[in-house]
């Protein structure tokens, strides 16, 4: 499946060519084109499936639509999160697939002086990123006018209820006004949350990605528990122990990365990192020197990786947990796949014992330790 398949019009694949998604995620898939077709959306996702472009990128796409374009500047798409890092990242996202738009968009959050943001109101957006508290401050001063709203997301919806802005999204939601989409997403589903879609929803398509929980069995997975320090002597000894052997190590960080790519090109050990801020081309020919063997190690963070997909490798180190514990499930399934086998190895410093022991939990089954 690609995006030109799910009717993804041009100057958003103009970004998504340029960022290098080459295919959309499961979420994407399943809620795009239901998205585009005006439906209501109850999404059951985490972070880290995606869902940010799943909603975002129908959103913009309607708004881009000709009679919509013709209407005047009033805030057409509100995208409620809890958070201001949420926030953020969302706005971050929007700026992105509306570059070759018209659109205009700002962003909403407390705990900073209101001027700019009153400001960025006043000069007219399409699309509004915010949080509840400042959002319903700014709108009871009659900087906001919600009345033409179109689109409603409400992302991260359990965690809004257990932040306890479930009274603030009742003061926000008499504000809209009836005929519109509303696109709900959160990563599990209490009674609380149903009601509140039953509600506020008009028979709404439900879509869900299940986290993976099952680690093929034709992986051996080992643990050493090492301190943070005590990380890149470990894997040098490692690498270098089997001069032969290809790897994929995966860190946290874009920056851990670099890092760690440049420990080993000093150790004598072919290395090159891939993660998102390097170009797409960059990227690409790091990974076809990793495919064709002309690099013996890539290291890699976890978006960056997302969608590599290469044949008989046998070894996937974890050179940092992973926060959340699917993510390392998805880690590992780069090897023993198609009847190979494979290894992989996790790296667990003091402070990450209790991801590992959420990891544990997810896979039923405790790491053998390797040293
Ligand atoms: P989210 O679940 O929205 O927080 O997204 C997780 C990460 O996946 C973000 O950093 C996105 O930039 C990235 N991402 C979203 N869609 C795709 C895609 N189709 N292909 C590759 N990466 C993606």
């Known amino acids: 499946m690609t995006f030109k398949e799910l009717n993804i019009s041009e100057p958003i694949l103009r970004t998504l060519n340029e960022k290098g998604y080459t295919s959309p995620t499961p979420i994407q898939e399943q809620a795009i084109p239901h998205a585009l077709n005006r439906k209501d959306i109850l999404g059951l996702a985490q972070t880290g499936t995606g869902k940010t472009a799943a909603f975002s990128i129908p959103v913009i796409q309607q708004l881009c639509h000709k009679k919509e374009k013709e209407q005047k500047r009033t805030i057409k798409a509100l995208i409620l999160t809890p958070t201001r890092e949420l926030a953020i990242q969302i706005n971050e996202c929007i700026k992105e697939y509306a570059k070759y738009t018209q659109l205009r968009h700002t962003i909403l959050y407390g705990g900073v002086n209101q001027n700019d943001q009153v400001n960025s109101l006043k000069a007219g957006v399409d699309i509004l990123v915010a949080t509840p508290g400042r959002l319903l401050d700014l709108l009871n001063q009659g900087y906001v006018n919600l009345g033409s709203i179109r689109h409603f997301v409400l992302d991260e919806a359990d965690r809004m209820l257990d932040m306890g802005f479930i009274h603030d999204i009742k003061k926000l939601l008499p504000k809209l006004p009836k005929e519109k989409q509303t696109l709900l997403f959160s990563a599990t589903m209490p009674q609380a949350i149903a009601a509140m879609s039953q509600t506020i929803q008009r028979n709404p398509v439900k879509v869900e990605v299940t986290p993976t929980s099952s680690v093929v069995d034709t992986v051996k997975q080992y643990i050493y528990f090492v301190e943070k320090d005590e990380k890149k002597d470990l894997l040098v000894n490692l690498l270098v122990k089997d001069k032969?052997?290809?790897?994929?190590?995966?860190?946290?960080?874009?920056?851990?990365?670099?890092?760690?790519a440049k420990q080993l090109c000093k150790a004598g050990i072919d290395s090159e990192a891939i993660h998102g801020n390097k170009s797409q081309n960059a990227r690409q020919r790091a990974l076809n020197n990793f495919k064709s063997n002309k690099t013996r190690v890539l290291i890699a963070t976890d978006i960056a990786a997302r969608?590599?997909?290469?044949?008989?490798?046998?070894?996937?180190?974890?050179?940092?947990?992973?926060?959340?514990?699917?993510?390392y499930v998805h880690r590992i399934g780069r090897t023993g796949r198609a009847g190979n086998t494979g290894t992989a190895l996790t790296f667990c410093a003091q402070y990450e014992r209790l991801m590992l022991k959420d990891i544990q939990k997810l896979i039923g089954t405790k790491l053998l330790a390797a040293n």
């Open 244 to 260: 032969e052997q290809s790897a994929l190590i995966f860190s946290k960080t874009k920056h851990g990365a670099d890092k760690i």
């Open 307 to 327: 969608g590599i997909d290469i044949d008989k490798l046998e070894l996937v180190i974890n050179y940092d947990l992973p926060d959340v514990p699917e993510t």
